[in-house]
């Protein structure tokens, strides 16, 4: 059969199948006006041959059978899971993603073992840096004698942009965003969660002579790559944080708590507690492990203090306070001796703002410049220089965003490695969709009462 020109095969077609077509570009056209990239209107082109002139087989692979011919099951089922593929890789993409909760630095807000959709269009979808990449799978896969390998690609990296979404990340957000200090990682190295972190502590030299005795390779990844975490923004591009005796306080006011916050609190016990009070204050095994020594601690929230504090074997309850400085903590300089429950005042960088830099407070800015704005940066005596030049001042280019975890206590977070950059923000966690307890077993395992229950 001769091919149309499409002016006749547009003439030629059923009104069905001209208003299927109408649908699909009025669809694809909004879709390009929201990526604001106007060169992928080509793309409608393939929309009108995919409608009417039909004259380019674009799903290769799928069988066009010719009337009263047996259908290949096979071929029907790879078409169905090839367009199963694509729709849930635009999806993931540009609208929703699945995570779960794998630690508690979130309890009581989020549990180990909610299984959440992330919606993607709350703060804007971000285009994918690294689009070469095994679908539907984030940074490694593990494959038959290779073992663990990338799951992506560097050979094509796309700059940075966002797509407009619903709005911004605001205070006491839940937020997912890549992990920033996730750039460099250890292979195969799961106790190790941060190496810089690790640097710091143990020196550079030592850490590499241990890499290289235990065949522990240094693996890059890009910013889009590196692994999720989940936490709550407690301080917007523009604020002053400040922790005091545990208290969060922002912009000078006192923070309120939220109601599944938590942290830990000395127990000293008569003897030890009943079994039943843990499922009263809705304990984790974990939890109830830390309680086999007469002075014992665990993570309580307002409401389960109140409730442990009134039982006869208690004699008193005090919450823990780190106060002694030590160089875990960000900006690991004495000069800025904090801890985890006394911290700041520190001031979350706001893009356009200009800040006077010197030797003495460019530790709070020295990965704002180069890992993330991508600058170079040397310090001599007490002149910086920042990309060759000498100087006293620097801009921002992107906002910045301070996260803690609900569980204070129990927390890797800002408080540790710094500030989030805007480009990191992945989503917003919309509602849990399944929830299991790791420490039960099926079917008494499933939360039923946190099924579809949405994230404040």
């Known amino acids: 059969m001769s091919k ?267 003897e030890p507690l009943n079994p039943k009070i843990f499922s009263q204050l809705n304990l984790s095994l974990e939890d109830q492990q830390k309680l086999n020594s007469q002075y014992a601690s665990l993570p309580l929230t307002r409401e389960s203090h109140e409730k442990l504090k009134n039982i006869s074997s208690v004699i008193s309850l005090s919450k823990k306070e780190e106060t002694r400085f030590n160089r875990e903590c960000f900006p690991f300089s004495a000069a800025y001796p904090w801890t985890v429950d006394n911290y700041g005042p520190l001031w979350v960088p706001k893009q356009g703002a200009t800040v006077r830099i010197d030797r003495a407070n460019i530790c709070l800015y020295e990965r704002i410049i180069t890992a993330y704005e991508h600058n170079t940066l040397q310090v001599e005596d007490d002149r910086i220089m920042i990309n060759g030049t000498e100087t006293d001042s620097y801009t921002f280019k992107m906002d910045y965003y301070f996260m803690m975890g609900d569980n204070r206590h129990g927390s890797y977070d800002s408080r540790s490695w710094g500030f989030v950059p805007e480009n990191h923000i992945v989503g917003k966690p919309a509602f849990i969709w399944f929830s299991s307890d790791k420490d039960k077993s099926f079917p008494a395992n499933i939360r039923w009462n946190r099924l579809f229950n949405s994230i404040k």
């Open 4 to 270: 149309q020109n499409p002016a006749d095969a547009f003439r030629n077609a059923s009104t069905k199948t001209k208003i299927s077509f109408g649908i699909a570009a009025t669809l694809y056209i909004l879709f390009v006006v929201w990526l604001q990239s106007p060169i992928w209107l080509i793309g409608l082109i393939v929309v009108f041959d995919l409608y009417i002139t039909k004259w380019v087989k674009w799903a290769f692979w799928k069988k066009r059978y010719k009337p009263g011919e047996k259908r290949n099951l096979l071929l029907d089922w790879i078409d169905a899971l090839v367009f199963a593929l694509i729709v849930a890789t635009v999806a993931r993409t540009f609208f929703l993603e699945a995570y779960v909760i794998p630690s508690s630095s979130m309890e009581k807000s989020l549990l180990v073992g909610d299984y959440l959709f992330v919606s993607k269009v709350a703060y804007g979808p971000r285009i994918p840096l690294t689009p070469v990449s095994f679908p539907l799978v984030h940074n490694q896969i593990s494959l038959p004698v290779v073992g663990t390998v990338n799951s992506f690609s560097e050979i094509l990296k796309l700059p940075y942009r966002r797509l407009t979404g619903f709005g911004r990340v605001k205070r006491n957000d839940v937020v997912v965003f890549n992990f920033p200090n996730g750039d460099t990682v250890v292979k195969d190295t799961p106790e190790i969660i941060d190496y810089h972190q690790q640097k710091r502590v143990v020196g550079e030299s030592t850490l590499k002579q241990w890499l290289k005795a235990n065949n522990r390779p240094l693996v890059s990844r890009p910013m889009d790559k590196t692994d999720h975490y989940v936490k709550r923004c407690v301080a917007i591009a523009g604020d002053t944080l400040e922790i005091r005796h545990c208290q969060l306080f922002i912009n000078g006011q006192l923070a309120a708590d939220l109601p599944g916050m938590e942290y830990d609190y000395y127990l000293n016990l008569k």
